[in-house]
């Protein structure tokens, strides 16, 4: 449904001339009182029913009675819009949805990616220079939706369930990197990942040295300390330097 969202500018512009000129009437053709105009006409344009005016002959006057139909009007037409407007929305995220479904459906031999940290970002960056086709599989909705807009696959939900796993098409994929930051769940993914895809390239981060082993037990045939790499790195650096 292709709602044209400039529809808004008159509409808007209709109703607020519908509230002005329903108050200067009431007040001035009908001498009501202000704050009684006020209350009726905002009233009557929102939709508000339940809301009567206990005044004698109130509602027998002709500008009553004639800006009951144009105030109904102005409501008809702002909550037609605002509907309109909301299933537009849900229209497009759906859309989106199921051509991301689609495209993740297609892939095989791909890689993916447990995590958009700072490690993981870092491992689509490479992938990307590379030109391999992956998909990232990350639980924080600020990400998930900077992803989106970035029109990288992404799937939402944790790494570690299998289902999410099978979404992100773990069964046709060629490989894994788990670059959570904590260890215990980076273990559980890789040893998922192994149960599901015995084929499967799995590559991990660890934070300590100690669950290395445990990683290649799992299944991991390759594991990466980051801050050991970051002092390899600085140690290489200093000694070029002299």
């Known amino acids: 449904m292709a709602f044209k969202w400039k529809l808004e500018y008159p509409i808007t512009l209709f109703v607020i001339c519908a509230f002005i000129l329903s108050v200067y009437v009431q007040v001035?053709?009908?001498?009501?009182?202000?704050?009684?105009?006020?209350?009726?006409?905002?009233?009557?344009?929102?939709?508000?029913?339940?809301?009567?005016?206990?005044?004698?002959?109130?509602?027998?006057?002709?500008?009553?009675?004639?800006?009951?139909?144009?105030?109904?009007?102005?409501?008809?037409?702002?909550?037609?819009?605002?509907?309109?407007?909301?299933?537009?929305?849900?229209?497009?995220?759906?859309?989106?949805?199921?051509?991301?479904?689609r495209k993740i459906d297609s892939m095989s031999d791909h890689v993916i990616v447990c995590g958009y940290g700072k490690v993981g970002k870092k491992a689509c960056e490479i992938l990307d220079d590379y030109t391999?086709?992956?998909?990232?599989?990350?639980?924080?909705?600020?990400?998930?939706?900077?992803?989106?807009?970035?029109?990288?696959?992404?799937?939402?939900?944790?790494?570690?369930?299998?289902?999410?796993?099978?979404?992100a098409g773990i069964e046709r994929a060629g490989g894994l990197i788990a670059a959570l930051d904590n260890d215990t769940k980076n273990l559980y993914i890789a040893l998922t990942a192994r149960e599901l895809n015995p084929t499967l390239l799995i590559a991990s981060r660890a934070v300590s040295e100690e669950v290395v082993s445990k990683m290649h037990r799992a299944g991991a045939e390759i594991v990466v300390l980051p801050n050991m790499v970051a002092g390899i790195e600085l140690g290489r650096e200093m000694v070029e330097g002299f």
């Open 132 to 167: 391999m086709a992956y998909v990232v599989v990350e639980r924080d909705v600020k990400i998930i939706k900077l992803l989106r807009e970035m029109n990288i696959p992404v799937v939402e939900g944790d790494a570690t369930h299998s289902k999410v796993l099978k979404t």
């Open 28 to 101: 001035f053709v009908g001498h009501i009182e202000p704050s009684i105009a006020l209350f009726w006409t905002a009233a009557s344009i929102f939709g508000v029913s339940s809301f009567y005016i206990d005044v004698p002959g109130f509602y027998n006057l002709w500008t009553v009675q004639l800006f009951t139909f144009i105030n109904a009007l102005a409501y008809l037409i702002m909550f037609t819009f605002v509907i309109a407007k909301f299933v537009n929305i849900l229209s497009r995220i759906d859309m989106h949805t199921r051509d991301m479904k």
